[in-house]
């Protein structure tokens, strides 16, 4: 070839795509922070994708140019789906010492005057966010570690779900200066509104809804699948920058260049040069929080000067440069006229409280939930009573209290937890350890069957959508089903009117019907409504054991052996197909023709016969599920804890410091992907020649 000194040849491919790949997440992740941190935006949300495409396909074709804070792995990454790792906290998180009333805050000011021997000190007011204390490492501007707040020494590293969070900088901004190494905390939240959804959907489909966005953001960082983060949507605020090169010796102005940064910090935040100026911030948050996105519970107050907070020091407990002021619940009060009782799916029975309608947090209250039996007793209810009613953080109301001395004298029936079923009539249990009262008649009593139906058909099970709660009630009450294995057995004939009315939808349905039997093997798992299996534990049984029949002969050891599988779930899978009538169930299931199988996965070679191997680390060139099948299919074993039989780990990037030191203290080598891959298509060009 000609050299042309006008046209000179292009850079390498290589590097010309890196480079690219370079500017692409620089450019995504700038309008990341544009959009989710200011609001704002330069560019459609069409050019956006093009963008994030543009890098996606890049990225797969380049795996050597990964990283794990590209902004294309937002989107839930597949890695570091191992039960968390435990992490010393750099340094301990403590906790807030709680005050209630304007006398504590001022006591708390006072404290700090004392303390500060007279010199003048400014207050930082912010909200406290309710959800759960998050610690963020950055060491050179990216984020490398996140761990839950745990015991406040130690906590659970939950890097990958926290990479989830759109609002968070996986990469600071550029063009602004930041310390090498830091630390941020903050706050992980579920939105109220993604919080609604989430439990619109879990409603749907038969789960149990979670009380408050606090307990919703926690499952949800708990959750070995950070696809489940990514889809649910979480967020943070954050409100704490430690270094040991701070910014300023003002925490504001430390919170400020944070926001610079590239954080979510509440633009709530406000400097308060005297207790008035603090009053004003909690009397204008007290009701303003209402409109919020996210939930708070108080408003927390910081001695803004981090040289003065040093001199104030701690307690054992909490910093006494530091309070946090709690808001009063919102409370009602309002006359109890009856308790009914609910039974759910998995024979749980609910008490409810039936109220006379009342205005509560700008909603109308008639119901509330009295949880269980021992709280009943507690509150020595009667019928008549006039009762308090909170919504703090939680969204279903609740009987804190009963108004003793409006009591008639003349009381109306004592409210007592019910003996027996009142769908069914069966007596009632209560399992040890548990507040829960069960109906143990899963077999005959009619929410329990009809819950366990609407679980089977709803959407991330069999997803026969022409069914709904109503046409599975109509066909009870018909006594055309009985269980969801009844379902196969329906015919047009048996839906549409006598006269042959609603032919149409009754052939649709039949159709529906029909077509689940195509439905892949996991979600037919998921499907049988096994308690406390779902979809994630489900997939991740029928990946690992991949039929039904292997699933049904699984001991308790070799289902907890499973990533992601512990000892309550193993059990209730055990449980669950020791059960004749369950039995029954799956048995008809089969029958019918319901997937009961993954596909069979080809044997690509046997160079892994007889190894044992650990995956541990993220990794270039595959997916960790990619890894775990190109073992298996080449013979091996997969397991996920490092012992005496552990052949060599097959190790990635950033591999926990804990299971490195187990490798060594057993003497377990460490085998990078590169070899990895040579030895397995070594192997299998000697298998060809033979
Ligand atoms: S500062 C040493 N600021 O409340 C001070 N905490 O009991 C560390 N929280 O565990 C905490 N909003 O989870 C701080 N603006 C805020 C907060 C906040 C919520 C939570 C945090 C902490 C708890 C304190």
Not at 131 to 137: A, D, M, Y
Not at 633 to 647: D, Y
Request: contains cysteine; proline residues 5%.
């Amino acid at each position: 070839m000609q050299y042309d000194l006008f046209n000179p040849p292009p850079l390498p491919e290589e590097q010309e795509s890196k480079a690219r790949i370079e500017a692409l997440r620089a450019e995504l992740h700038r309008h990341n922070h544009n959009y989710y941190v200011l609001g704002v935006s330069e560019i459609s949300d069409q050019t956006f994708d093009q963008l994030m495409h543009e890098l996606q396909d890049l990225e797969a074709a380049h795996p050597e140019f990964y990283d794990p804070n590209s902004p294309t792995q937002r989107v839930g990454s597949d890695l570091g789906n191992e039960g968390f790792q435990t992490v010393m906290h750099q340094r301990p998180m403590l906790s807030l010492a709680n005050t209630y009333n304007r006398a504590d805050v001022q006591a708390f000011y006072e404290r700090v005057r004392q303390g500060l021997g007279g010199t003048p000190f400014n207050i930082c007011c912010e909200l406290k966010f309710d959800g759960l204390s998050i610690s963020l490492i950055y060491e050179n501007r990216r984020l490398v570690r996140a761990v839950t707040r745990g015991d406040g020494t130690r906590g659970d590293d939950v890097t990958a779900n926290v990479r989830t969070i759109r609002t968070l900088p996986l990469q600071l901004r550029e063009g602004v200066a930041a310390p090498d190494h830091f630390e941020m905390r903050g706050e992980v939240l579920l939105p109220w509104e993604r919080f609604e959804t989430l439990n619109r959907v879990r409603q749907a489909s038969g789960q149990p809804l979670f009380a408050n966005p606090r307990n919703a953001a926690s499952g949800t960082l708990k959750s070995k699948d950070p696809h489940v983060a990514a889809e649910r949507g979480l967020d943070a605020y954050l409100y704490y920058v430690l270094a040991n090169d701070m910014p300023s010796d003002s925490h504001y102005a430390n919170l400020l260049a944070a926001r610079m940064w590239g954080f979510q910090v509440s633009n709530a935040t406000r400097l308060a040069h005297s207790l008035d100026e603090i009053y004003d911030f909690i009397d204008y948050w007290d009701t303003a929080r209402r409109s919020l996105p996210v939930a708070t519970d108080g408003i927390v107050l910081k001695v803004d000067s981090l040289s003065q907070q040093e001199q104030l020091g701690l307690t054992a407990k909490s910093p006494r440069w530091a309070i946090a002021y709690k808001f009063q619940a919102e409370r009602a009060r309002t006359k109890l006229l009856s308790v009914t009782f609910q039974v759910g799916r998995t024979g749980a029975v609910t008490p409810v409280a039936n109220m006379e309608p009342v205005l509560l947090a700008g909603t109308t209250v008639k119901r509330a939930s009295l949880h269980n039996a021992d709280i009943i007793q507690s509150l020595d209810l009667y019928e008549g009573d006039y009762v308090f009613v909170e919504k703090a953080g939680e969204i279903i109301p609740q009987i804190v209290g009963v108004d003793y001395d409006a009591r008639p004298l003349l009381t109306g029936r004592k409210v007592d937890f019910i003996k027996k079923c009142p769908e069914c009539g069966a007596p009632l249990v209560r399992y040890e350890g548990e507040a829960a009262h069960y109906c143990p008649n899963t077999t005959a009593c009619p929410p329990q069957l009809k819950g366990r139906v609407e679980h089977f058909i709803s959407r991330d099970a069999m997803n026969i959508e022409s069914l709904g709660p109503e046409t599975i009630d109509d066909f009870f009450a018909r006594g055309l089903i009985n269980d969801a294995a009844d379902l196969y057995k329906l015919r047009v004939e048996d839906l549409q009117g006598v006269d042959g009315s609603r032919r149409k939808s009754a052939e649709k349905i039949i159709a529906a019907i029909a077509e689940s039997k195509q439905v892949a093997f996991p979600r037919v798992l998921y499907a049988l409504g096994i308690r406390f299996v779902g979809r994630v534990a489900a997939q991740q049984v029928a990946e690992a054991l991949r039929s039904l029949n292997t699933i049904r002969q699984a001991s308790l050891e070799e289902l907890q052996a499973i990533d992601g599988i512990g000892q309550k779930i193993a059990q209730s899978i055990v449980d669950f197909f020791a059960d004749k009538r369950a039995a029954d169930l799956v048995n008809r299931l089969v029958a019918a023709g319901v997937q009961t199988s993954l596909p069979q996965q080809e044997a690509l070679g046997i160079s892994l016969a007889g190894k044992t191997i650990v995956i541990s680390g993220t990794f270039a060139h595959h997916s960790r599920e990619e890894y775990k099948e190109l073992i298996v299919r080449h013979g091996g074993k997969n397991t996920s804890s490092i012992s005496k039989k552990t052949s060599f780990i097959l190790a990635g990037n950033n591999i926990g410091p804990a299971k490195l030191e187990k490798a060594q203290s057993l003497g377990v080598p460490l085998m990078d992907e590169d070899t990895f891959l040579a030895l397995i298509s070594a192997n299998n060009n000697a298998n060809n020649n033979f």
